[in-house]
Each structure stands twice: as structure tokens, then as C-alpha cells.
């Protein structure tokens, strides 16, 4: 279980698979995940209240309590909440090898977990765009990710008028920005969900060697079964803070630390609070770089997670995450 955040992640399920079966082939491709894809390293997952969907609510507003005196009387008040249903998707592959070009192979085995890293990559890849970029309005079958839920920057958090915005705006113009993704997660904050009664996290079930039929022709092919459920719970919007419209070139309209600074501190725990990480695209982590190799700076610090290093900003990690967009186009 990471430090990090004192939460079952993917990354654990991941390397349980080697320890359980005692079998080392998945160990790379666990790794695989950690250079790719961090927010599936770093989601808290947790098993569904429903099979497949996540029923939660959102406090709308709160009874206001009254001052009194002895004796008398004050009327009672009640919270609002709103419910809310978080799809589950399923996403799925299959790997299928030609059983003699397998078995002329020096090492097999490895041979086989090397072909199958492919599939492994490409599912990790799916699982995280669809978590940052997904937009159930072009696929009924996946999930509205990040990106695509808080895409304008006028919209107050959980519709609470004296909240302040959660999607801050770097000004820049075009169809050559990206965004940043700071989140808060944690089980009842921003997490991952799964059907109680499936394998959390990525399954990877090996079918041995069986025979495969194409339009009445047979060959003998190894092949293995790549499943993985998730579906995206946000309790409270501003667990979620975007900085979007970011220039990925130039000198203006880029990365800007204050701002970053103010995304933190609206969250509800400041920046503080375990589980605060930030997703950044390789232009703006190259960005931030360059302010962390400052000597002069106190707002960088380097730290060791997952075996690797890890930029911090005011104590939170920076991933870099290929999945989000240096072509986004910039919203209003």
C-alpha cells in the first residue's frame, strides 16, 4: 500500500497478482502502469453500492441554527441533499497468440508477458482517458470524465452560490492549451468504484492454450482475458480543481505557481490533506521544472514515490500524465 496515501490502489491490486499466483510475469507490466498512467496508480478504489453504479448525494444546503434563551422554543431545520447515480464501464481485451511462434521462442514465458504488456498498456491507457476525457455523449458506454464535467469556468461548486469557482482560466486562446487536474482523493472524495462482486482493478485471466476458429479454419493460440471495471464517484466538487486554458509554448499564458497556490487552498483540505495529488501534461511539468531546478525556490521539493522521482509543489506530488491534451480548446 502506497505512503502516499494510506489507501488500496490500483497499483497494489496490480502487484498482488505476482505475489498471489507466484508468478513474475505481470511485475513489469505493474510498471508499466506507474510510467504511463499515474491518476490509475493514485485512485482510492472502493466496491459499489449498486452492480453497476455508485447511488451517492451531495449536501445542497444546511438548516441555519438559531441563538435562544432559557425556556424557549427553536424550531427544528433540515439538511437537503441531492442524489446522484456514477456509472460503472467495462472495458475489456483479449491477447491471442499463435501457440508454435510461442513455443519456438528462447523464453516462452517471458515472450508471452512481453506480448501481453501491449495489452496491458493499451487497457491502462483506455481506463485513464476515459477517467480524464470521457464524455458518455459520444460513448453511452463509458463515463463523463474530469475534463468533460467541469468544462466551464463560471459554474459554482455543488450550485452553492458563496463557494469560489473550481475551474480557474490561464488565459490563453486557441486549440493549443492544456489543463491542470488538482484532486483530493480519498474514499468519499474522489475515487474509484468497482462491482462488489467482481475483482477490483485490472483481471487478467490467462485461458491456457486453446484452439481458435476463423471461417472454418483452426490454429492453436494462447490467450488471455483483460477485464477491468471502474466508474468515477466526485462527492463534492471541490475535491476538483482545474486550471485550464494553459499555453503549452511561448512566455505568457503558461504555468503560473499563484494560481496553483489558490487551486490548493480551495480545496477542502487546503493542499493538506493526504491524498492531494496534481496531474500536469509534459509541457507544463517541463515548465515547472524549470522553476524547481531554481536554487532560489521554497515552493519545490523532490520526493521518492513508487521507486521514482517525484516533483512536489507545496508538498503535493506532480504527476505527469500523458493523457491529458496539449490540443484541448480553450473554454470560457
Same mark, same amino acid.
Given at each position: 500500500?502506497?505512503?502516499l496515501l494510506?489507501?488500496y490502489?490500483v497499483s497494489?491490486?496490480?502487484?498482488?497478482?505476482s505475489s498471489?499466483?507466484?508468478?513474475?510475469?505481470y511485475?513489469?507490466?505493474?510498471?508499466v502502469?506507474a510510467?504511463?498512467?499515474?491518476?490509475?496508480?493514485?485512485?482510492?478504489?472502493?466496491a459499489s453500492n449498486?452492480?453497476?453504479?455508485?447511488i451517492t448525494s451531495?449536501?445542497?444546503?444546511m438548516?441555519?441554527?438559531?441563538t435562544r434563551?432559557?425556556?424557549?422554543?427553536v424550531a427544528p431545520?433540515?439538511?437537503h441533499?441531492?442524489p446522484?447515480t456514477?456509472p460503472i464501464?467495462?472495458?475489456q481485451?483479449w491477447?491471442?497468440?499463435?501457440?508454435a511462434?510461442?513455443?519456438?521462442?528462447?523464453?516462452?514465458?517471458?515472450?508471452r508477458?512481453?506480448?501481453?504488456s501491449?495489452?496491458i498498456?493499451s487497457i491502462t491507457?483506455?481506463?485513464e482517458?476515459?477517467?480524464l476525457?470521457?464524455?458518455l455523449?459520444t460513448?453511452p458506454k463509458g463515463l463523463d470524465?474530469?475534463?468533460?464535467r467541469?468544462?466551464?469556468?463560471?459554474?459554482r461548486p455543488?450550485?452553492v452560490?458563496?463557494?469560489r469557482?473550481?475551474?480557474?482560466?490561464?488565459?490563453?486562446s486557441?486549440?493549443?492549451?492544456?489543463?491542470?487536474?488538482?484532486?483530493?482523493?480519498g474514499?468519499?472524495? *474522489?475515487y474509484g468504484?468497482?462491482?462488489?462482486?467482481?475483482r477490483?482493478?485490472? @483481471?487478467i485471466? $490467462?485461458?491456457?492454450i =486453446?484452439t !481458435?476458429?476463423?471461417?472454418?479454419?483452426?490454429m492453436?493460440?494462447?490467450r488471455?482475458?483483460?477485464?477491468?471495471?471502474?466508474?468515477?464517484?466526485?462527492?463534492?466538487?471541490?475535491y *476538483?480543481?482545474?486550471?485550464?486554458?494553459i499555453?503549452?509554448?511561448g512566455?505568457s @499564458?503558461?504555468? $503560473?505557481p499563484a494560481? =496553483?497556490? !489558490?487551486?490548493?487552498?480551495r480545496?477542502p483540505?487546503?493542499g493538506q490533506?493526504?491524498?492531494?495529488?496534481?496531474?500536469?501534461?509534459p509541457?507544463?511539468?517541463?515548465?515547472m521544472?524549470?522553476?524547481a531546478?531554481?536554487?532560489?525556490?521554497?515552493?519545490?521539493?523532490? @520526493?521518492?514515490?513508487f521507486?521514482?522521482f =517525484?516533483?512536489r509543489?507545496?508538498?503535493v506530488p506532480?504527476l505527469?500524465?500523458?493523457?491529458?491534451?496539449?490540443?484541448?480548446?480553450?473554454i470560457s
Amino acid at each position: 500500500m502506497t505512503d502516499l496515501l494510506k489507501k488500496y490502489t490500483v497499483s497494489d491490486i496490480l502487484n498482488s497478482y505476482s505475489s498471489l499466483d507466484g508468478n513474475a510475469n505481470y511485475i513489469y507490466m505493474a510498471n508499466v502502469l506507474a510510467l504511463k498512467c499515474p491518476l490509475m496508480q493514485y485512485l482510492p478504489l472502493a466496491a459499489s453500492n449498486q452492480v453497476m453504479s455508485e447511488i451517492t448525494s451531495k449536501v445542497t444546503s444546511m438548516g441555519s441554527s438559531s441563538t435562544r434563551t432559557f425556556n424557549e422554543y427553536v424550531a427544528p431545520t433540515a439538511n437537503h441533499r441531492t442524489p446522484a447515480t456514477e456509472p460503472i464501464t467495462m472495458v475489456q481485451d483479449w491477447s491471442q497468440i499463435d501457440a508454435a511462434l510461442m513455443n519456438i521462442q528462447n523464453d516462452p514465458g517471458k515472450w508471452r508477458s512481453d506480448e501481453d504488456s501491449i495489452k496491458i498498456e493499451s487497457i491502462t491507457q483506455k481506463m485513464e482517458d476515459l477517467v480524464l476525457n470521457g464524455k458518455l455523449s459520444t460513448d453511452p458506454k463509458g463515463l463523463d470524465g474530469i475534463l468533460t464535467r467541469y468544462n466551464v469556468s463560471t459554474t459554482r461548486p455543488n450550485g452553492v452560490s458563496t463557494t469560489r469557482y473550481n475551474v480557474q482560466l490561464a488565459g490563453g486562446s486557441g486549440s493549443g492549451v492544456t489543463s491542470i487536474v488538482i484532486l483530493e482523493t480519498g474514499l468519499n472524495k *474522489v475515487y474509484g468504484t468497482y462491482p462488489k462482486n467482481s475483482r477490483a482493478g485490472l @483481471n487478467i485471466e $490467462d485461458k491456457g492454450i =486453446v484452439t !481458435s476458429e476463423s471461417s472454418g479454419s483452426l490454429m492453436d493460440v494462447y490467450r488471455t482475458k483483460f477485464e477491468w471495471y471502474l466508474g468515477l464517484v466526485i462527492r463534492d466538487d471541490r475535491y *476538483v480543481q482545474l486550471i485550464r486554458n494553459i499555453e503549452v509554448t511561448g512566455s505568457s @499564458n503558461i504555468f $503560473d505557481p499563484a494560481q =496553483v497556490s !489558490s487551486a490548493l487552498r480551495r480545496l477542502p483540505g487546503g493542499g493538506q490533506a493526504p491524498g492531494t495529488i496534481m496531474l500536469v501534461s509534459p509541457s507544463v511539468m517541463d515548465q515547472m521544472d524549470q522553476m524547481a531546478d531554481d536554487k532560489f525556490n521554497v515552493t519545490y521539493t523532490p @520526493n521518492e514515490a513508487f521507486g521514482g522521482f =517525484v516533483t512536489r509543489f507545496k508538498g503535493v506530488p506532480v504527476l505527469m500524465a500523458e493523457k491529458l491534451s496539449e490540443t484541448e480548446t480553450a473554454i470560457s
